[in-house]
């Protein structure tokens, strides 16, 4: 059987702009909230190739689409302020303020491109990576889109950062897919001109890195760092192919001791691959990042394979064990999201989730469990 190596599984580096014929798969999920205006922010998949950004209200149940048709919000962030949010669309970073009509365009004055996943520093700066000539880079990018490099090598990929104070950790990929956890100081150039100028600035630093772990070939992605000293990190496999019935993957939590890193496989979560794969009729148009286990307070809430659909299960990070919180034979769910004293969870449109034409808009249900943060 021939395998796909890890390079053209899109998923894995959350190539979102990619799109596959359209067809069957429609999926509703929760992807942020607003506490201030008792608004939960919702992806409703049509398509595998298309999707829309909604609102809605979890007390009157009511939804009102929050972006014309024609946007691919992909990579939901709210603002640290709370009144704009921001999203790639075809590979271009958006913000839209909730007090504007339309979303503004961030136009990079650098050549990057694959850029995919944002995180925000405060309302006017965000880092992220990207491709830059022929490798993926780390970047800081300002609201006027001017871009700063972070960490770019010659023949290695730099992936997944995540700031923590004025340290910059992330994911090392070299040309032997060879896969490190990095860590490097996050450090943006003077006000220059130019991303010319800046580049230039960037080369004639002394850059000092730090290896924490390694992880050899084995690919690892989505790296999320709680401190300093704490983090979190998906495994999965070399390689894989449209044929297999699923994809497994390992879930680690990354700890600095007195001795040092190591690294402590929690649990395993497998997903049908007819959810990940290009052209596949019930892929999702994110891939694997409405799947992501999610931590709340001691808890992180992931999904798995049950049969041929997705169930929901909970670890606990104080007792180590795995509970079962949500299964169904005919739907599969997402990772939910906190609001107030509940999870919602959405997934496959069907039984418990549903959007549906009322005489005066849409109508939405998604899936409440009762939870308290521990």
Known sequence: MEKESPLHSKFLHFLIFLSSPACAGEFLYPVGADPHQSLIYLIYQKTPSHIELWGWNPKTKQAQQMLLSRLTPAGFQMLPDGRSFSFIDQGLLKIKQLVKRSPRTIEFDAPLYNVELVHWIDVRSCYTHGKYTDHFGLFHISLDGDVSPLCMKDKADCLYPQKVADELFYIERDERWRYRIMKTAY??????????????????????????????????????????????????????????????????????????????????FSVPARFLFLGKQDRFYEALLPLLPRQIGERILYVDAVNRDLGLFRYDLTSSTTHKVLASDEQSFSAPILWKEQLLSGGSLGGEIRMEPINFGVQVRLVGIPFKIV
């Open 187 to 268: 450090r943006v150039s003077p006000v220059l001109d130019s991303f010319c100028e800046r580049r230039d600035w960037y080369e004639a630093q002394q850059h000092d890195t730090e290896m924490l772990i390694d992880f050899a070939q084995r690919p690892i992605v989505f790296l999320r760092m709680v401190s300093e000293k704490k983090g979190f990190v998906i495994e999965h496999d070399r390689s894989m192919s449209r044929r297999d019935q699923s994809v497994e993957f390992s879930y680690h939590r990354i700890e600095k001791q007195e001795s040092g890193w190591s690294s402590e496989r929690l649990f395993r």
